[in-house]
């Protein structure tokens, strides 16, 4: 199944963004075991980097998420820091379960405010425009 094409080409406020943003099979190649995915080579995903850098570029706010444990931090770290993934925030020790988020409408745009983008694992960021 293709990556949906989805944009959030709304009249924003404020161009500035809050992204949050998997790590494992989002970001990074899913070795499909969470030791795997800290033992192994990490390798960024197809315009993983790339979107990244956009966003950072574009004063979006970066935060990375994980089902690691916190001991793993400072390997994350620097696993992100080795493929240049930069970030303002990095949440760890999550569950592998459903992630919601839950914001407010615009009273007076009525605009959406939160977004929700389901990526196929490994397959990277070929189609996301945000």
């Not at 899913?30 to 192994?40: A, P, V």
């Not at 400072?74 to 992100?80: D, M, S, Y």
Request: glycine fraction near 6%; charge should be neutral; include cysteine.
């Amino acid at each position: 199944m293709d990556n949906p094409i989805i944009t959030t080409d709304v009249e924003p406020v404020n161009n500035v963004k809050t992204i949050f943003c998997d790590i494992d099979g989002t970001l990074l190649y899913h070795y499909g075991d969470i030791t795997k995915n800290y033992q192994e080579q990490a390798k960024s995903l197809n315009n993983a980097v790339e979107n990244i850098k956009t966003w950072e570029k574009s004063n979006y706010k970066i935060i990375l998420i994980t089902g690691r444990k916190e001991i793993l931090r400072k390997n994350t770290e620097e696993q992100l820091l080795n493929l240049g993934i930069v970030y303002d925030q990095l949440i760890m020790g999550l569950p592998n379960g459903d992630r919601i988020i839950i914001n407010d409408r615009k009273p007076v745009s009525n605009r959406n405010t939160a977004y929700a983008i389901n990526l196929d694992r490994n397959k990277g960021f070929d189609q996301i425009y945000i």
